[in-house]
């Protein structure tokens, strides 16, 4: 690719695409005392200088899955290589996370990447998201998710009918899921087919992400009938 035959113009197009990408791997490690100017230079080495009579790393992305989460994964083995040269003969752990995002043999990195390293970026996009609903909504998602309440239940502490109740918790719902995929994306950079791959890895720890942020008292709502 241009990237690898060292094109000055492929090289500053890559740089703002997935410098973002770069400074959030740089960010995540507790213990490498880099700048993020010295490692994307470290990094840059990495990537697009041959190695001896070998092409630049580059030239080993072989185009199968996502370019974006290639580059993450190569930044991340990156640094745990550097704090396993600066602490040679010590018996310094890398940090756990850091070595979560290594992708293990016959894993699929970017599901590997997505799953360690991903999860807290989730839940902040989450409570993002859960701040950025109405009063009522929070509310409406309290009284089903926390308390259980059916719909003819919740109707009966808004006087309205069950339809309407049901409309407006799925109206909270979505809404929710669309502040989530709307702050994720944000943060991350990430398109619509990744978010989806995120969502699909933390499945699991959703219900309890969302089970910890309605555990709260009922919000005064303006309007509320009665």
Known sequence: CACARG???????FEAEYGRDIDLAIARSGNVNLGKDEFRQLLRNKLFVPRGDKPPKIADYAGRG???SWVRVTALRMIVDI???KNAGKEIPVESEMLGAMPAPNEDPELDYIQRVYKSEFRDALQTA??????RERNLLRHQVI?????????AIYRVHRTTAFRWIEKARKSLLRETRSSLMSRLR??????MSIMRVVQGDLDVSVRRLLVSEIEDE???NG
């Open 7 to 13: 094109e000055d113009r492929a090289l500053a197009l």
């Open 66 to 68: 996502d370019l974006r």
């Open 83 to 85: 704090v396993r040269q």
């Open 130 to 135: 859960f701040g950025n609903l109405t009063p």
């Open 147 to 155: 308390h259980g309440l059916n719909i003819d239940q919740v109707g």
């Open 190 to 195: 990430v398109g619509s087919g990744e978010f």
């Open 222 to 224: 303006p309007g509320k």
